[in-house]
């Protein structure tokens, strides 16, 4: 244990520690049940996006693989040649419950037509064109669940920081408060009764002296 | 030690002219070497990648597999062999070939060369290196793989026309016409529309003639050019493109698919319209069999797919008629083309763990 001064302002100052620990705890707990609100939203969407993007390039593979085998993987390979091309993620930032959250949107549409892939459409098979597709489709749930991972990671480490912060008041410094709460009580006892025993004997040696005087 | 042979020099038949005879005969030969039904049940029940080169390597392609798969036996490795096997195949072929067949068979395999070119053109579009480009090219036309790779190396689309015009090839001219419009835009589709063009109206004019033999090219190629300009209009029907932006996607050349009929399908506003417009042509049937898998799965592939199904049947069609004309040669040609196809099929589909009743459906059997 710390020391402690055996002192009611001591005493006093310690019991508004308690009151204010335990306050502090309340709302972290307040805080913590509206950021698992928020952490359990973020997380079914996550799942949503999740098998989303498993179905969709489980898909996409299927296709790839049947474009290639009947196309061949040379004509897959030309085709992709005149396809290739850049992705633009815009990086931002909000806050969630005072928390800040990085939010990754699309610059611009990964999603393509045939007619803007960049190839003519009279010299890829359609098995190309529709792989293409998918894939694109994989690019486009990836960058939304690229948003939805990171946040779900930010509440995460918020809500185990604030976990942490309550058990710490919870565990430690409000038990340690009222130790040593108990332990200035049980000092300030000791004196006052010290102070009586004192006091008593003071009275009694008086009381002697009196009485010897007066015999 | 003993005498010193004189050396002889091995000097190989081709025959001239018009003479099918010899050219036939080796044709026939090469013919039943393909692979029958039975080896491909074999090879769909066989358990991995492995078993599958062992059972391939006794056949025509064991000595493309050898040499590949001393880099690994893997799908990818195998399906280098089966290009390479393609290749040389495609290439005996035309050694047999008389001179008739020969303008008939480069002419009609110049798709092929079409489609390095075009590799190539976006290959520099996208300013890829030769190197990047020289595995996605298959020399089973008139250009060889030196020729290939010598475009490959050109340092731009203005380099690649130049030595195409050099060379004296057909595409140097297209590509020329429509360079500066290209440079100007960046729009590839540009490039790629008039090399289609180009070729195909080519080669129509290349097979025009009053012999049988090129009245049974002209007429294979000319369904060739119908099942794509059908197929690109059907994929155009959600497109919503105005009738001149739509018509920059026919390609000349066909029988049936006449650039007003082409126009008049992609505007209509569905499958169904278009089905019931060409019933009653040739390509009736085998779009009325796709129709119901297209209500299924919703895909144009499917469409396509039976129109591939068709072209082969086709193709193998004109090998039934007369036994000293072309037609055995192409038949051939799109058999071997077929039998890679499949066997890229069933390869692929046992690497990735296809059923083998995806496979079989995959097949094309004829």
């Known amino acids: 244990m710390e020391e402690v001064r055996p002192t009611r302002s001591e005493l006093l100052e310690r019991k508004q520690q308690i009151t204010l620990a335990e306050q502090g705890m309340d709302l972290l707990k307040q805080k913590r049940d509206a950021l698992l609100i928020e952490f359990m939203s973020v997380m079914d969407e996550t799942l949503r996006l999740s098998s989303d993007l498993q179905r969709t390039t489980n898909e996409a593979q299927y296709s790839l693989a049947i474009a290639k085998a009947v196309d061949g993987v040379v004509s897959v390979r030309s085709a992709a040649f005149a396809t290739r091309g850049e992705i633009t993620i815009d990086m931002t930032g909000t806050k969630i419950m005072g928390i800040s959250v990085p939010v990754v949107t699309k610059g611009e549409s990964p999603l393509r037509t045939s007619f803007t892939r960049g190839y003519a459409i009279t010299g890829v098979s359609s098995r190309i064109d529709e792989t293409a597709d998918k894939f694109e489709r994989i690019l486009d749930v990836i960058i939304e669940y690229a948003d939805i991972e990171t946040r779900l990671k930010r509440l995460g480490e918020e809500i185990q920081k604030t976990n942490r912060r309550v058990n710490a008041l919870e565990q430690i410094t409000v038990p340690s408060l009222r130790e040593q709460v108990a332990y200035i009580r049980q000092a300030l006892d000791e004196r006052a009764r010290e102070d009586l025993f004192r006091l008593k004997k003071v009275k009694k040696k008086i009381e002697q002296k009196k009485s010897a005087h007066g015999s | 030690m003993s005498p010193a042979r004189p050396a002889v020099k091995v000097v190989k038949y081709r025959p001239a002219g018009r003479d099918y005879g010899y050219q036939n005969a080796r044709i026939r030969g090469m013919r039943s070497r393909l692979l029958r039904q039975s080896f491909f049940d074999e090879l769909l029940a066989a358990k991995d990648i492995g078993a599958m080169i062992q059972k391939m390597i006794e056949t025509e392609y064991g000595p493309q597999l050898e040499d590949r798969i001393l880099h690994g036996r893997t799908a990818t490795q195998v399906d280098e062999a089966l290009k390479d096997n393609m290749q040389s195949t495609f290439r005996k072929v035309l050694s047999h070939c008389n001179n008739e067949a020969t303008t008939l068979v480069t002419t009609l395999l110049g798709r092929w060369d079409l489609f ?41 689309i203005r380099g690649l026309v130049d030595t195409l015009s050099t060379w004296g090839l057909p595409f140097a001219v297209p590509l020329r016409a429509v360079l500066p419009e290209y440079e100007e835009s960046d729009d590839l589709s540009l490039l790629e529309l008039a090399l289609d063009r180009y070729y195909y109206e080519w080669a129509a004019k290349r ?108 193709a193998f069609g004109t090998g039934k008629g007369d036994p000293l004309g072309i037609g055995l040669t192409i038949s051939y040609l799109w058999a071997k083309a077929n039998e890679v196809t499949n066997l890229r099929i069933v390869v692929k589909g046992v690497s990735v763990g296809m059923p083998e009743e995806r496979m079989r459906e995959e097949l094309i059997v004829v």
């Open chain 2, 207 to 314: 097979l025009k003639g009053w012999r049988e033999n090129h009245r049974i090219a002209r007429r294979f190629l000319a369904a060739q050019v119908d099942t794509m300009n059908l197929l690109t209009s059907i994929r155009l029907l959600n497109a919503d493109l105005a009738p001149e932006e739509a018509a920059r996607f026919f390609l000349p050349g066909g029988d049936v698919v006449d650039e007003a009929l082409f126009l008049e399908l992609s505007v209509m506003s569905d499958v169904d319209e278009v089905f019931r417009r060409v019933k009653k042509t040739q390509y009736g049937k085998p779009l009325d069999e796709a129709a119901l898998l297209y209500m299924e799965k919703g895909s144009v592939s499917v469409f396509e797919r039976a129109l591939e199904d068709f072209l082969f049947r086709q």
């Open chain 2, 116 to 156: 390095n070119v075009k590799t190539i053109v976006r290959a520099k579009h996208m300013k890829l290196e030769a190197e990047e480009l020289l595995d996605s090219l298959i020399a089973v036309g008139q250009l060889s793989q030196i020729d290939n790779e010598e475009l490959a190396r050109q340092g731009d």
